[in-house]
């Protein structure tokens, strides 16, 4: 499984950014896809997972502000951040889960949020 992660960027606190992963390759056993995120100096955390039959997990830090989506024709996962804090600075990476067992991560996508 391969995933390519874009949509980073620099924005302004309460401002908004949307990213995407799209996965390739051995893609059938993908049971579940989702963000995690690492700040300088600290541990990669998760951000928000979905499931394959579309349950979704969120952080508490980030509930109610960042939504995750997929569109399964497009092999694709979102993560649509909205109201966005100097704390959501991060890189942020992509994950898949293959076979309930097998872990891949994108490259990764720095979020920058800061007037």
């Known amino acids: 499984v391969q995933l390519q992660a874009s949509g980073g960027g620099l924005v302004q606190p309460g401002g908004f950014l949307k990213l995407s992963c799209a996965a390739s390759?051995?893609?059938?056993?993908?049971?579940?896809m989702g963000w995690y995120r690492q700040a300088p100096g600290k541990q990669r955390e998760l951000v928000a997972t979905?499931?394959?039959?579309?349950?979704?997990n969120y952080a508490d830090s980030v509930k109610g502000r960042f939504t995750i989506s997929k569109d399964n024709d497009k092999n694709t996962v979102y993560l649509q951040m909205n109201s966005l804090k100097s704390e959501d600075t991060a890189v942020y990476y992509c994950?898949?889960?293959?076979?309930?067992?097998?872990?891949?991560w994108g490259q990764g996508t720095q979020v920058t949020v800061s007037s």
């Open positions: 994950h898949a889960q293959r076979a309930m067992k097998y872990d891949y």
């Open positions: 979905i499931a394959s039959g579309s349950k979704t």
């Open positions: 390759g051995i893609i059938f056993e993908i049971n579940a």
